[in-house]
Every structure is written in structure tokens, then in C-alpha cells.
């Protein structure tokens, strides 16, 4: 209890602070040693014009470089934190039955956060997220480019597919569209594109919903664009949603 007690002090305190930022220098070892893709400082137009309301205006946001998981939190890594904190199985947890290389789905956004801090890790901000998202020319519609292809992502599908089971996009990423949708550290705000600032953006300080991004299996190709917006209660727990970590790069 005192294990998780700790993990849950430290999600509070930065929740409270608007957004989980744990610096972490590169040579700290972590947890989870998945490969991670470098994302270079970067300044891209984030959001997208005749598209839902929650992505206008499309605004310039430049972010330092960070360090992205290659692919979702899969339920192998999962139950190591599992083993060695006394958090609760999430739910529809079968681990008899699924494989240990699918996406951990069933955390809520407390749990996601604790396992990210417990690794070193922490969950990326939206702006990172789209940005990962948008490929090395940080225009696409898609990871992999502009038109829709269901061979090169997990959508409209018939389930939950393991990680990489798809091709990688250009920057090394898997699942970044379909496959599951991933929590974000940012609380959502429909208008907070408006008054986003320019550099590093975490959303706003306060909020109900938690930014979901990526879309699911079941999505549409509408849905699983790099700029969609998605959200859902930090304490709510879904068969389709998961997440994957990002590790800040300290200069």
C-alpha cells in the first residue's frame, strides 16, 4: 500500500500542476527499456481547418525534443508493474487468454500516469502526441501520409490487434491511428485552441475530461486523423483505451 500510495501522491501533485512533467535525463535507466524514437525540436501547425470545432483554429506550437515509445504499453509490460506495486488488474484483464504483446487496455488516466512515473517516463502532452502523429513533414492527415489506408492501421476492424502488427510510419512509430485510443496528461477543453500558448503547450490547468487521442479499432477513417480530438474521465476505464510514454530529452 505505501508502494502505491507513493505512485498516487506523485500523480496528484502534477495533476495539479496542469501536466505530468518528469524530466528525465537520458542516461536514467527505466522500467520498460521498449525502443523509443527521438522527435526533434519541432514547429508544426497543429489542428486542421473544416474539421470538428474542438480543432480550430489551427495555430503554430513549437515544442522541444522528447522521446516516444515506438508502440503502445503492452499487457507483458503492464504486469511487471503490476508485480511490483499493489495497484489493481484493470479491468478486462484475462491474461490467460489475451497475448503479451496487445496494448494494456482498462487503466484509467491515474493508473496510465502512475505506471508512466514508475518507469521514468510520463504521458505525453496532445501537442506531442499530434506532432509524433504527423510524420517527419508534420503536415499528414495521416501518420503515414493523406489518404486513408486501413493496411497500414488498426481501424474499422474486429478487434484489437498486438503491437506492431502494422507497418511503422516514417518516424519509426506503430498504432498511431486505430489500434487503441491513448491517453494524453492534458485535460481537455473544447476552445483551448484558442487561447493555446505558442511554445510547449500542456492544456489547460484545470479540467473534467482527459485528452484521448488515436482513435480505436472500431473507428472511422474520420476518426483516426492525426488532429481528432477524443476525451473521457481520468477515472473511467474502457475496453479500447490505453496509452504509451514519452520521455522529455534534458539539453
Known sequence: ????????????ALALSGCLALPVKPQQSVKDPVKMVLIPETEYQMGAKSRDHDEQPVHT??????????HEVTIAQYKKFLDETDFPEPDFWHPELDKDNEPIVGVTWYEAAAYAAWTGKRLPTEAEWECAARGKTKDYIYPWGNTPDIQKGNYSSFGIMPVMSFPPD???????????????ADWYDKRYYSL??????????????KVLRGGAWYCTEQQVRTANRYYSLPDAR?????FRCVRTVNN
Open 1 to 12: 500500500m505505501k508502494r502505491r500510495t507513493h505512485y498516487i501522491l506523485i500523480i496528484l
Open 61 to 70: 506550437v513549437r515544442l522541444k525534443p522528447f522521446l516516444m515509445d515506438i
Open 170 to 184: 516514417e518516424t519509426g512509430l506503430y498504432d498511431m491511428a486505430g489500434n487503441i485510443w491513448e491517453w494524453c
Open 196 to 209: 493555446s500558448p505558442g511554445k510547449n503547450p500542456k492544456g489547460p490547468p484545470m479540467g473534467v475530461h
Open 238 to 242: 474502457s475496453f479500447h483505451v490505453g
